[in-house]
């Protein structure tokens, strides 16, 4: 079966943001202390998770950025003369500036954290009304990636509306940002380009492009005002759902609602499902290969978010996954992976907990097909690959071809020439990846 997205999303935003050297083309691989630290951050933890990065053998993988969060600057207000937000000199003695220029030493970038309200959602300081003076204070220090969150919107600046996403499978709603009913539903053809979020974050975008350097742009506005229309026009990815958690149903429940926005994605121009909680709470190992094997299929920015100086090799091993890695930052096709069939569910139902389970996309960089089989269930199930289902497979398949080359992208063992299908028994929640090449 060919994946064919409705109607209803088929009219993809804005031309992407684009940005000098190919900055923001690939989804963004990197390092962010919210997850791991929260608020208790300071210089030495952000230069050993950039130190570990390098030790670990995941620079050379290609994770670049080193990204500070929230709780970074004296949170009193602004330098009374410069009105700049002035970095917490107990946590960071040498500025941010310091600090990026020990990041970069490294051959790494440093990004940093603000929000298009008043306050953050620590209640820092942020930047709505300030944003030439903070991107050019960010351009200053050196700062190479903004992260540029929700929180402290005045009641003045909210919307007018909220924004509901229709299930194609029936014709009903389901909720996105703070839409529970109809009630407080946009009319039809409303523009959200021109709402105030989005004037918000637009705000900061000229800001960025005015300044001397350049740094990408992430936009976390939790999916409201349908972001999916303008985001990527905005920046170079965009948050399309509420905070994660390290728990498996809300990691299902996210890649489910991001599955009905893949054709939004593309390079310099990505749905972002928030970072990666591999290697925190208690996921199970096969929970942590889902969970990272669909953010990479999904092209999702891949931002770790667990310390560095003490993960398990086995969640090292998952955020190191060559293949995946290499489909996600292909430079010849920038779309993710598509779901092909939904499995548990019939196609295109809308489940938090069951997410479409079977997903395939093209990469001339790994010579195949990734197919991504997932198991959602709370017991072993077998899961299928038929090569007439796989749309990348499916011409070759009615030509006559039978057979493909198979490759484990877990093990790395080649499994030779397969026919006609492959199936795997897989635990709880976790994920078959297969690399499929040419017919045999």
């Not at 963004?28 to 030790?55: F, H, M, P, Q, R």
């Not at 993988?61 to 003369?81: A, H, M």
């Not at 946590?91 to 298009?116: E, R």
């Not at 484990?408 to 897989?426: M, P, Q, T």
Request: hydrophobic share 35%.
């Amino acid at each position: 079966m060919r994946w064919i997205l409705p109607s209803f999303l088929l009219l993809a935003g804005a031309d992407a943001l684009l940005r000098p050297d190919g900055v923001g083309r690939a989804p963004a691989l990197g390092w962010n202390s919210w997850n791991a630290y929260n608020c208790e951050i300071d210089a030495d933890k952000i230069l050993t998770a950039a130190n570990e990065v390098v030790n670990l053998g995941l620079k050379s993988l290609g994770y670049e950025y080193i990204n500070i969060d929230d709780c970074w600057s004296v949170k009193s207000g602004r330098d009374p003369t410069t009105q700049r937000i002035i970095p917490d000199p107990d946590k960071f003695p040498d500025g941010i500036s310091g600090v990026a220029d020990q990041v970069h030493a490294l051959g790494l970038k440093l990004g940093i954290y603000s929000s298009a309200g008043t306050t953050t959602c620590a209640g820092y300081p942020a930047s709505l009304g300030y944003e030439n003076i903070d991107a050019e204070a960010f351009a200053e220090w050196g700062v190479d990636y903004l992260k540029y969150d929700n929180c402290g919107v005045p009641t003045n600046l909210t919307d007018e509306y909220t924004y509901c996403v229709p299930d194609s499978t029936d014709g009903s709603f389901f909720p996105n940002g703070t839409c529970v009913n109809l009630t407080d539903a946009a009319p039809a053809g409303y523009n959200w380009a021109t709402s105030t979020t989005a004037k918000r974050y637009k705000r900061m975008r000229n800001a960025l492009e005015s300044v001397n350097r350049t740094i990408l742009y992430s936009l976390c506005d939790w999916g409201q005002a349908d972001v999916n229309d303008w985001g990527n026009a905005t920046g170079n990815s965009w948050r399309m759902s509420g905070d994660i958690t390290p728990y498996w149903s809300r990691i299902a429940e996210i890649a489910n609602e991001n599955s009905f926005l893949m054709n939004y994605a593309n390079y310099y121009g990505y749905p972002d499902p928030d970072m990666l909680e591999v290697g925190n709470g208690n996921l199970t190992l096969a929970e942590n290969r889902a969970h990272f094997a669909l953010w990479a299929a999904m092209k999702a920015p891949l931002i770790i978010g667990t310390p560095l100086d003490t993960i398990d090799t086995s969640h090292l091993t998952i955020l190191s996954n060559t293949y995946l890695l290499t489909f996600h930052q292909d430079p010849a096709v920038g779309r993710p992976a598509y779901p092909y069939k939904w499995g548990y569910n019939a196609d295109w139902t809308f489940d938090p907990v069951h997410p479409a389970e079977y997903w395939s996309g093209p990469s001339p960089a790994l010579n195949g097909t990734l197919v991504v089989m997932l198991n959602t269930q709370d017991t072993t199930q077998t899961r299928t690959a038929y090569w007439k289902e796989i749309p990348e497979l499916e011409d070759a398949y009615a030509a006559g071809s039978r057979g493909f080359r198979v490759r484990d992208a877990w093990s790395g063992n080649d499994l030779g020439c397969v026919r006609n299908k492959y199936g795997v028994r897989l635990g709880a929640h976790d994920v078959a990846v297969l690399v499929v090449g040419g017919s045999c």
